[in-house]
């Protein structure tokens, strides 16, 4: 079996207890913390910035996957490294020149991700593949938390991963965007192998408990095992 790894969208967590979300759905065995980044301009939503990063940043060691939706996007790399931002995606279209920008975000010490919404064509990976880390693509379109799994994703995951296993380096293939219980065997099936999940995790912890999120991410894992 490949690793998988789960990564709880904190968009979908309740901000008002966030320390407390993000001890409890690592202490239920998610892997890394997805950390989306919306500037109201991009997309149409504003969320959180370096600040609210740095501040859960001694929580844990575990890695925080930051996922940019903001444009322009170069400025503000440097302080999400400096927040403590393990790995940083970023879309192609918010980047001028994006050899720059991956180049950027690997001095700042971090990995670097490309991001592709639904309807983005997979050439921007051509020149650049085997300098990423990661390669992200959403089966949504980027801005809300809670949308429907658009199909077409699981035929570009078939694309990337042929991509990502035709060359010598490791590069993560992350799906994002509504992915459920129900859905993700079939995504792991297309290739991908890490999973971000917003509300169908934070959407199932309807108690104090910090054990609230053991029963859903154990039922992820559970269809990941069948793959
Ligand atoms: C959407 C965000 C996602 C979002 C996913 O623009 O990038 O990370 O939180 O939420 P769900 O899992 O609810 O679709
Ligand atoms: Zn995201």
Do not use: W
């Not at 575990?62 to 970023?90: C, Q, W, Y």
């Not at 219980?181 to 991908?192: M, P, Q, T, Y």
């Not at 934070?202 to 269809?223: C, I, M």
Request: aromatic share 6%; glycine share 8%.
């Amino acid at each position: 079996m490949a690793d998988y790894l789960i990564a709880p969208s904190i968009l979908s967590a309740n901000f008002a207890k966030l320390g407390e979300e993000i001890n409890d759905v690592l202490d239920s065995g998610a892997d890394i913390i997805h950390f989306d980044v919306m500037d109201n301009h991009y997309v149409p939503n504003l969320t959180i910035g370096p600040l609210i990063c740095e501040a859960i940043r001694p929580l844990t060691d575990a890695t925080i996957d930051v996922h940019l939706m903001v444009e322009p996007v170069d400025r503000i790399i440097p302080d999400f490294a400096k927040a403590g931002a393990n790995i940083i995606s970023f879309h192609p279209e918010t980047s001028s020149h994006i050899d720059r920008t991956i180049g950027l975000i690997k001095e700042q010490g971090c990995k670097a991700g490309m991001v592709f919404n639904p309807a983005t064509p997979l050439h921007y990976l051509d020149h650049v593949l085997d300098k990423l880390d990661l390669v992200l693509i959403m089966s949504v379109n980027p801005g809300f938390g809670g949308q429907k799994f658009i199909l077409e994703a699981l035929n570009k995951l078939k694309a990337v991963r042929e991509r990502i296993d035709a060359g010598n380096k490791k590069i993560l293939l992350e799906i994002d965007g509504g992915v459920k219980v129900d859905n993700i065997a079939e995504i792991a099936r297309a290739g991908a192998d890490t999973f971000v999940a917003g509300s169908a995790i934070y959407g199932a912890g309807n108690n104090e408990d910090p054990h609230r999120y053991d029963t859903v991410l154990s039922a992820l894992r559970a269809e990941l095992a069948k793959v």
